[in-house]
């Protein structure tokens, strides 16, 4: 084994232990090709860790997911932290996780820049409005994929449908409804209730079980030093000090209405109720950067979606064209908006290596906690009617120019007005819908597909 440290649990000694160049190698390579969301990601990391490399095995692979998925923020990005620190320790938990995200804050950084100097142009207006009804169709799949799984009976159809009408008719804030959703699930399950079993995760897929005696690190439970412990959490206080300092510092010398202090704090409070995915949070995100601040416009925030969706990388990076737009607007510079990119960035996945470094050391115990998993369970319905309200806002924003806001009481709905339909984004959409529920095409076919029929719309006038 070439890296002795105790920065590490220590695993068999059994074949060649990669260095931490080779390991850096081999993030960079699961960074590159994590496209296609969660479960894509998850299932190239599956491929190439598991099975190519044989660093761990199927059921500690499985085991790490399910304690990923227990945190708030991206679970793929989480989950190739944790595995980083399995391999070696803080350092490879920084590498892992970091490489996980720098394509994608890369990609998104030069489309950010194209997007504001060239997008009055009619070619670069036109793949964003191909895009936009893409990403329409996506969402729904994502609805339809998340709902299949987590409506299995009808404590959580409850939970969805009050989760959609809060959110939708009486705008709760999601992190209330995060909230109460995880309060039911725990209360559930203390009181022995079957509905609020604990569900499954993405899982992994591939060909034949890798068992753990096969791996480098052995079918053994892996030990946990006093030094590997002390080390996981020294290193989780100072991710969390790296994220809150520069934040309260933000405060401190700019004042609470500058825009990056609002920026620095929107995307903290962000970090710590992204449960449910990504699409669950850009809900509340679009509501807020569109209604309450004024970041950047519903169409806009579709174009950023549109750019998340095809760069790799988490999803949740589309809080990175955000935070852009977000100082774009405010300071007028390209480097303002640069900055407030990777403010917004920062601050939203400076607290995932805090979490997973602070929790690693006990993943074993976390995972058999079955009214924590159940409290997932119950977040993972609320979700559902969460996303729902996400495609009904998308929807309303892509295929109508203008909406009125229906007021009775503490409801408060937005409503589309019928004379103002866009015909070629309800045709595109309409179009997206079928190539992916109907014609079953991949994500890239129907985002490349749509955008170069929005293109060809706009040049035709």
């Known amino acids: 084994m070439t890296d002795a440290s105790l920065d590490r649990p220590r695993g068999r000694n059994k074949g060649d232990w990669p260095t931490l160049a080779e390991a850096t190698r081999v993030w960079a390579r699961v960074a590159i090709l994590s496209f296609g969301g969660p479960a894509g990601q998850i299932a190239v990391m599956h491929r190439i860790t598991v099975e190519e490399k044989r660093w761990i095995g199927d059921d500690r692979f499985l085991h790490a997911l399910n304690f990923c998925m227990l945190l708030p923020g991206p679970e793929a990005q989480q989950l190739a932290t944790y595995i980083g620190w399995l391999m070696h320790g803080t350092r490879g938990a920084i590498i892992a996780g970091g490489l996980f995200i720098l394509p994608g ?55 969805a449908l009050g989760s959609f009408l809060a959110i939708f008719a009486f705008q709760v804030p999601f992190p209330l409804i995060i909230a109460a959703a995880a309060l039911i699930g725990y209360a559930g399950a203390r009181g022995g209730l079957a509905d609020f079993a604990p569900g499954g995760g993405h899982g992994a897929q591939g060909g034949a079980h890798v068992a753990e005696a096969e791996t480098l690190l052995g079918d053994e439970t892996i030990e946990m030093p006093v030094t590997a412990r002390r080390n996981a959490l020294i290193a989780g206080m100072a991710a969390l000090a790296l994220w809150l300092v520069p934040v309260g510092l933000f405060f401190v010398t700019l004042g609470p209405e500058n825009v990056f202090t609002d920026i620095a704090l929107f995307f903290s409070k962000m970090a710590v109720v992204t449960f449910g995915g990504a699409y669950a949070v850009l809900a509340y995100v679009a509501q807020e950067a569109v209604g309450t601040y004024g970041w950047l416009t519903a169409g806009q925030m579709l174009d950023g979606l549109g750019m998340a969706e095809t760069t790799p990388g988490p999803l949740i990076m589309v809080l990175q064209f955000v935070g852009f737009l977000g100082a774009w607007s405010a300071e007028g510079t390209l480097w303002a908006a640069t900055l407030g990119a990777l403010l917004a960035t920062y601050v939203t996945f400076a607290p995932c290596f805090a979490w997973i470094l602070l929790g690693a050391p006990w993943m074993e115990r976390l995972r058999r906690n079955r009214a924590l998993a159940a409290a997932l369970t119950a977040v993972t319905a609320a979700v559902v009617g969460v996303i729902l309200n996400l495609a009904i806002w998308f929807a309303i924003h892509v295929i109508f120019d203008a909406v009125a806001v229906w007021r009775a009481g503490p409801l408060a709905v937005e409503l589309p007005r019928l004379a103002s339909v866009d015909w070629a984004a309800a045709l595109l959409t309409a179009l997206a819908v079928i190539a992916v529920f109907r014609l079953k095409l991949g994500m890239m076919t129907v985002l490349a597909g749509a955008a170069i029929a929005g293109a060809a719309l706009t040049m035709l006038g």
């Open 105 to 159: 804050l890369l990609s998104i950084m030069a489309l950010s820049w194209i997007y504001v100097i060239f997008g009055e142009v009619d070619l670069v207006s036109g793949l964003f409005f191909g895009l936009k009804a893409a990403v329409l169709a996506i969402v729904l799949q994502a609805l339809v994929r998340i709902a299949g799984k987590a409506l299995k009976n009808n404590a959580m159809r409850a939970i």
